[in-house]
Nanobody, 123 residues
Framework: QVQLVESGGGLVQAGDSLRLSCAASGRTLSSYAMGWFRQAPGKEREFVATIKWSSTTSYKDSVKGRFTISRDNAKNTVYLQMNSLKPEDTAVYYC?????????????????WGQGTQVTVSS
């Protein structure tokens, strides 16, 4: 089993930055692909970014160039650096993990989920 705990969310203004962290326990993350999803009120959960054990990454088109996913396997932690935040980035952000190969963008492909952290961007 893998337990994931997100932190770093908050209330910011448009154009500001935030860094989300996801600390894992239970197993080492080095063999897992990690992802970040988000869910805004009244909307479905959507893919944001993912990173393989090899550090290959993939992003949702609307966050490319603004968000960066990274991992520190020694600390069993994954990060999501979010720059130039927009009001439409407002959502609960979830950290996820999967042992499936490849870059996964479907929520159903992920096995473990954190509780989520709220990000609110005011205009």
């Amino acid at each position: 089993q893998v337990q994931l705990v997100e932190s770093g969310g908050g209330l910011v203004q448009a154009g500001d930055s935030l860094r989300l962290s996801c600390a894992a326990s239970g197993r080492t993350l080095s063999s897992y692909a990690m992802g970040w999803f988000r869910q805004a009120p009244g909307k479905e959960r959507e893919f944001v970014a993912t990173i393989k054990w090899s550090s290959t990454t993939s992003y949702k088109d609307s966050v490319k160039g603004r968000f960066t996913i990274s991992r520190d396997n020694a600390k069993n932690t994954v990060y999501l650096q979010m720059n130039s935040l927009k009001p439409e980035d407002t959502a609960v952000y979830y950290c996820t993990a999967t042992v499936r190969p490849g870059l996964r963008v479907l929520a159903s492909d992920y096995d473990y989920w954190g509780q989520g952290t709220q990000v609110t961007v005011s205009s």
